[in-house]
């Protein structure tokens, strides 16, 4: 029943955004650390999303009880990547980090796109919970059909 | 009299069982949201729904006459066409999910997938009545 396939869905885009939260905690919680000089500073990690892998076969659109949300339902985290943005680089002479010159890298973090991207990863979230529920009580109505 | 289960309970069973590969679909759609690059995808539900009731596969529109020729996007089994929704205002990552709208049909079909269910309900109900004859 194709219904049950939602909860593996909602479940999988559950377990994306959760891997986008932890990412974007992980980014704030770093903002401002400095690496000693000879150490790479922390940059700025995101998650990559994808559609599982669609059945290429002809253009073939598959509908979720054929594949059995296996393919082209679920999200998938692809990986990690670091941003490749200059970091941010801060004259602080007294630092005990700074260069020869008196600059310190600071992480390429920006707190005001990891603050919008909490949000918009908890409402993502909040979506897929509100998904499974009606999931649940559509399929709960149906086990009680006849009754 | 001869009771046939099937005529008395109509189209309903066919409407569920779409309705139910709609709502996973809606569902896809949604969990999809932040995923570059995907597209937002249907069912034309009245279409197939017609299709269906006049019990021939909605398939064959398109004849190939080249092996070169793309076929015709259909599934296997009961034969209806996923097809993509045209976007709205896609977004720079060529994700077409609008998920206010998607959300909105989720409920919408979750509604109409009750009513279907109401509805049967009710006939097994008239039919439990008949044959207690009470």
């Known amino acids: 029943m194709s219904l049950l396939n939602v909860f593996d869905i909602a479940g999988s885009g559950m377990s994306a955004q959760s891997i986008r939260l932890n990412t974007t905690a992980s980014n704030l919680a770093n903002a401002e650390s400095v690496a000693p000089r000879g150490e790479a500073t922390y940059r700025a990690r995101h998650p990559v999303f994808a559609a599982e892998l669609e059945t290429a076969a002809g253009g073939h659109l598959p509908l979720p009880s054929e594949t059995g949300a296996a393919e082209g339902s679920n999200v998938q985290v692809l990986g990690i990547v670091e941003s490749d943005k200059p970091l941010n680089i801060r004259y602080e002479p007294d630092h005990p980090y700074a260069n020869e010159n008196g600059y310190v890298a600071y992480p390429n973090v920006n707190p005001v796109e990891e603050m919008s991207n909490m949000i918009s990863a908890s409402r993502s979230f909040q979506i897929n919970v509100e998904m499974m529920n009606t999931a649940r009580s559509l399929a709960e109505r149906v086990l009680n059909m006849g009754r | ?134």
């Open chain 2, 1 to 134: 009299m001869k009771i046939s289960i099937d005529n008395a309970l109509g189209l309903h069973p066919q409407a569920l069982a779409l309705r139910s590969e709609r709502t996973s679909l809606l569902a896809r759609n949604i969990a999809q949201a932040d995923t570059p690059g995907y597209k937002s995808r249907d069912i034309d539900f009245q279409s197939v729904l017609a299709e269906q009731m006049k019990g021939t596969p909605m398939q064959g529109t398109l004849s190939g006459t080249n092996h070169a020729h793309i076929t015709q996007a259909t599934n296997g089994q009961g034969g209806y066409d996923v097809q993509y929704r045209v976007p709205l205002m896609p977004s720079l990552d060529g994700n077409t999910v609008d998920v206010q709208s998607e959300q909105s049909k989720f409920a919408e079909n979750n509604m109409r997938f009750l009513a279907s269910l109401r509805f049967v309900d009710g006939r097994f109900g008239s039919l439990v009545t008949a044959i207690k004859g009470e």
